[in-house]
């Protein structure tokens, strides 16, 4: 009967649309795919899934959304009001009738059985609809396990004057959530609209608290203390939680590979295969960061002075405003980098990182990019600029020691001395050796019979259980 079971259930994911949300939540499906699952992906128009790069195994669904009009409406904006627009448009009542349409439509075909919806952490009102049809969600959070419970700490954090945060209190140790310091708390209280992230936070931990199960894209050789703080809190709630990471490696590559939203630049991987081992620093500030041009220009002047070979992800819509930010290198650049230099629009990454010429990660500390570099025992140059990624920075800086956390502002003399601490520096040895150490763990998580490899197992199990 078990057996019988096993072959004849499907999942559903809605994954949040963009970049850093869609890839974990497409490998995901990829590993439940590969152990026998049927999936279906529901998708927005907006940033929907190229039909060139689909997963062919996979279903699609489109489901109506209004996203485009509100990222519209936060033209000028910068990348963080793109990305709360999102979470707040997905919210929308239509949205989750659209939802409800397509689930309640999947539930009466009937086979191979809809077992239970897979959502990203803020999407409260699919949830809603899911769970107004008997059908059970589990919640992928695409951050770490440490902003997962960062994230849970808000009122915490304001109750013991954390938050809002001083000039004075900055260097604090948060020591209920360490290593964090005051300095790398997101702090609602800077945003104009402070409301709006805060019931972000407050939906992520209710869909989390209404959820059949709590799926999180790390390993346990990286977070265990966070990890198990997590288990004994979610525990008493009987909520399972699934440390499956890293996702990219866990799913097949054809589903790593269809994650990508933009076309990504093969050229640079012939120009890696003429530099030598590990002499390359790779750029790139993920899917939603944006830089100023001055930012920009100390940038490119850091990376001139290092005199290092690199390859630079400069993205179309990195300096917002400008319809071609690679024109706005600044005069003289190419000339001093002479030849020893690689601007793209967008990267192969993964490969990129397994690449033996790259030596060093120049990263805004995305969770995503970090967990790849991870994987790839990549040292890192991480420069954080909001949200998850402050607390990751200083994780890779302080608890992990596999990078050189670059705070403040961005100038080139501060960049060309961290660079030269990351790639040859013998200050820099230790963090380059932690590196490849923590690969090794990586590795040794994903082996069959591993933690990660086992909790796929158990995941798969969980969602044979899940009956309506
Ligand atoms: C966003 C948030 O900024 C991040 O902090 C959060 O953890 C996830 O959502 P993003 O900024 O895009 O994501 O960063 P990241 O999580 O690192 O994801 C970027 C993805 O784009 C990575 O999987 C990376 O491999 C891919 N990428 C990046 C490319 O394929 N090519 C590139 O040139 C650059």
């Given at each position: 009967m078990a057996g019988e079971d096993r072959r004849a259930a499907r999942v559903a994911l809605f994954?949040?649309?963009?970049?850093?949300?869609?890839?974990?939540?497409?490998?995901?499906?990829?590993?439940?795919?590969?152990?026998?699952?049927?999936?279906?992906?529901?998708?927005?128009?907006?940033?929907?899934?190229?039909?060139?790069?689909?997963?062919?195994?996979?279903?699609?669904?489109?489901?109506?959304?209004?996203?485009?009009?509100a990222v519209a409406a936060t033209e000028g904006g910068g990348g963080l009001d793109r990305v709360l627009a999102m979470n707040a448009a997905v919210e929308a009542p239509a949205l989750a009738e659209g939802v409800r349409a397509v689930l309640a439509s999947m539930l009466r075909s009937g086979e191979p059985r809809l077992a239970c919806l897979v959502i990203d952490a803020t999407l409260t009102a699919v949830q809603k609809a899911a769970a107004g049809l008997g059908l059970?969600?589990?919640?992928?959070?695409?951050?770490?396990?440490?902003?997962?419970?960062?994230?849970?700490?808000?009122?915490?954090?304001?109750?013991?004057?954390?938050?809002?945060?001083?000039?004075?209190?900055?260097?604090?140790p948060v020591k209920e959530l360490p290593p964090l310091q005051v300095r790398?708390?997101?702090?609602?209280?800077?945003?104009?609209?402070?409301?709006?992230?805060?019931?972000i936070l407050n939906l992520a931990n209710e869909t989390t608290a209404s959820s059949s199960g709590a799926i999180i894209?790390?390993?346990?050789?990286?977070?265990?203390?966070?990890?198990?703080?997590?288990?004994?809190?979610?525990?008493?709630?009987?909520?399972?939680?699934?440390?499956?990471?890293?996702?990219?490696?866990?799913?097949?590559a054809d589903?790593?590979?269809?994650?990508s939203i933009l076309n990504q630049d093969r050229s640079c991987i012939e120009w890696l295969d003429t530099q030598a081992p590990r002499s390359v620093l790779y750029v790139s500030f993920g899917s939603v960061v944006h830089v100023t041009r001055h930012e920009l220009a100390e940038v490119a002047w850091g990376l001139a002075s290092s005199g290092k070979p690199f390859l630079w992800v400069v993205r179309g819509d990195l300096v917002l405003g400008?319809?071609?930010?690679?024109?706005?290198?600044?005069?003289?650049?190419?000339?001093?980098?002479?030849?020893?230099?690689?601007?793209?629009?967008?990267?192969?990454?993964?490969?990129?990182l397994a690449h033996p010429a790259v030596g060093g990660f120049w990263t805004h500390s995305g969770w995503n990019s970090t967990l790849e570099s991870v994987y790839e025992g990549v040292p890192v140059l991480s420069t954080p600029r909001f949200g998850d990624q402050l607390a990751t920075g200083r994780y890779v800086g302080d608890a992990w020691e596999i990078g050189?956390?670059?705070?403040?502002?961005?100038?080139?003399?501060?960049?060309?001395?961290?660079?030269?601490?990351?790639?040859?520096?013998?200050?820099?040895?230790?963090?380059?050796?932690?590196?490849?150490?923590?690969?090794?763990?990586?590795?040794?998580?994903?082996?069959?019979?591993?933690p990660s490899h086992q909790a796929v197992d158990m995941l798969v199990n969980h969602i044979y259980s899940l009956s309506l």
């Open positions: 994954p949040l649309p963009f970049q850093g949300h869609m890839s974990p939540m497409l490998q995901l499906a990829g590993a439940l795919h590969a152990r026998g699952l049927a999936v279906t992906v529901l998708h927005t128009a907006f940033n929907a899934p190229d039909p060139a790069r689909r997963h062919p195994g996979f279903s699609f669904v489109a489901v109506p959304d209004a996203i485009s009009d059970p969600t589990l919640v992928l959070h695409t951050g770490s396990a440490a902003c997962f419970r960062l994230f849970r700490s808000y009122d915490m954090l304001y109750d013991k004057g954390y938050l809002p945060a001083q000039e004075s209190n900055l260097l604090l790398d708390l997101f702090d609602p209280s800077k945003l104009p609209n402070k409301e709006i992230l805060m019931k894209n790390t390993f346990e050789a990286l977070e265990p203390h966070e990890l198990k703080m997590i288990r004994d809190e979610l525990a008493d709630k009987g909520i399972p939680v699934f440390a499956i990471g890293p996702l990219h490696k866990l799913s097949p589903s790593a590979a269809a994650a400008v319809e071609k930010p690679s024109e706005l290198l600044p005069e003289g650049f190419e000339n001093a980098v002479k030849g020893r230099g690689k601007v793209v629009e967008w990267a192969p990454q993964q490969e990129v050189v956390l670059l705070e403040g502002a961005l100038e080139r003399e501060k960049i060309q001395r961290a660079i030269a601490t990351l790639m040859e520096e013998k200050e820099g040895m230790g963090i380059r050796e932690r590196a490849r150490s923590l690969k090794e763990k990586a590795r040794m998580c994903l082996e069959s019979g591993g």
